[in-house]
């Protein structure tokens, strides 16, 4: 995901100096040349060629790039928000890996963070892992029969 933003004049907007933008924990000082922000979420990829941004509109933004989390912190989130244990948590992230590594392979988009949050809310709450990853995780990424049955299989020696 690539979040784009449009850095705006301050004087034209806000009148003051010195504001402090906190976005997305990155701190941006607006004092001298920006004070305010329009900020856009952008996934290249998911649009077609006739909804992509046109050149000079990207032009006019600063974009920043995102990725999955680092194993540790998405492990720590997975633990946080659902309960579940550490061991857990690393398995589920070791299947997300796999799909991942799937992109561009026949799957459009590997596991989210998001995905795995709720696969791990079933784990917690009883669910068997497989028959979470299966529902959670391998039905939201493809409608495709046969890459349906290899990501199934993609779990099954994970848990």
């Not at 922000?37 to 952008?42: E, F, K, L, P, V």
């Not at 989390?69 to 989130?77: D, M, R």
């Amino acid at each position: 995901m690539r979040l784009i933003i449009l850095p705006l004049p301050a004087r034209s907007l806000c009148g003051k100096w010195g504001w402090i933008i906190n976005l997305c924990g990155l701190r941006v000082l607006c004092g001298y040349v920006l004070c305010c922000c329009m900020a856009i979420s952008y996934n290249p990829g998911y649009q077609s060629v006739l909804k992509d941004l046109q050149q000079s509109t990207r032009q006019r933004f600063v974009a920043l790039e995102f990725d999955y989390p680092a194993a540790k912190l998405e492990a720590k989130i997975l633990m946080n928000e659902t309960g579940v244990g550490q061991a857990t948590a690393e398995q589920l992230i070791k299947f997300a890996q796999m799909t991942r590594n799937l992109k561009g392979s026949g799957l459009e988009e590997g596991a989210s963070t998001r995905l795995l949050v709720h696969a791990a809310k079933l784990i917690a709450d009883g669910i068997n892992p497989v028959v979470a990853c299966r529902s959670c995780i391998a039905e939201a990424l493809t409608d495709d029969a046969e890459m349906l049955t290899a990501v199934h299989e993609l779990s099954a020696p994970v848990f």
